[in-house]
């Protein structure tokens, strides 16, 4: 039997993580359009609601019934705008182990929201779903997603080299393909002993709160 993500809600003192619903379609669209996520994603550019609509509909469900990832929403608590997306991906059950990405919206940048949203789902999925092992992959100059990682308590395991392919736009207003690395990071259970205390003497927030 395949193993697979519940539908699940995931609140903390700011956010709430919750599946993917056609009414994010608009916000969805506005953001992955978005240049910093056209650099360094492969979403296609321009990204349509038609993609989006597909992308809720067929493409997170399938990925979520095959037992390979979860799509996740990131919504404000108090104005339920989106915020972002957290992605699993790549999850190898024997082994207890899963990717974790983020995009964050532009308007939502610089809040620490991606940070956040990346450490609550680690603790879900540490606690609840028993993981032993979160990877993430940041491109070599992407240094915003290099700090979440780090701020969530990920260790630098090394760098695959000439691993990823960036976006970079042109004087001609298109976007060229440019090869860089991949810095990997890794994050497992006893990572973040302390991580969620050190940002709140930081100032920082309170990641986990309820799931459901």
């Not at 182990?97 to 609550?120: F, H, Q």
């Amino acid at each position: 039997m395949t193993n697979t993500f519940p539908e699940i809600s995931i609140s903390t003192e700011r956010l709430v993580l919750r599946r993917l619903d056609e009414d994010d379609v608009p916000a969805l669209t506005e953001m992955m359009n978005d240049e910093l996520v056209a650099a360094w994603t492969s979403v296609p550019q321009p990204f349509t609601e038609e993609g989006a609509r597909r992308w809720i509909t067929e493409y997170a469900p399938r990925e979520r019934r095959s037992g390979r990832g979860l799509d996740l929403a990131v919504t404000e608590f108090l104005t339920q705008r989106l915020v972002g997306v957290v992605q699993l991906t790549k999850t190898n059950w024997h082994v207890r182990a899963t990717e974790l990405s983020y995009i964050v919206a532009p308007w939502a940048r610089g809040e620490g929201y991606a940070s956040e949203a990346a450490l609550a789902t680690a603790q879900w999925l540490f606690r609840d779903q028993r993981m032993e092992r979160i990877e993430l992959r940041t491109a070599a100059d992407n240094t915003a997603s290099q700090q979440v990682a780090q701020k969530i308590g990920c260790i630098s395991e090394g760098v695959l080299r000439n691993a990823c392919i960036a976006r970079t736009r042109t004087e001609d207003g298109t976007l060229a393909e440019v090869r860089t690395d991949f810095i990997v990071w890794s994050l497992l259970p006893e990572d973040l002993e302390g991580v969620t205390e050190q940002l709140a003497e930081a100032g920082g927030f309170t990641a986990f709160s309820d799931w459901n």
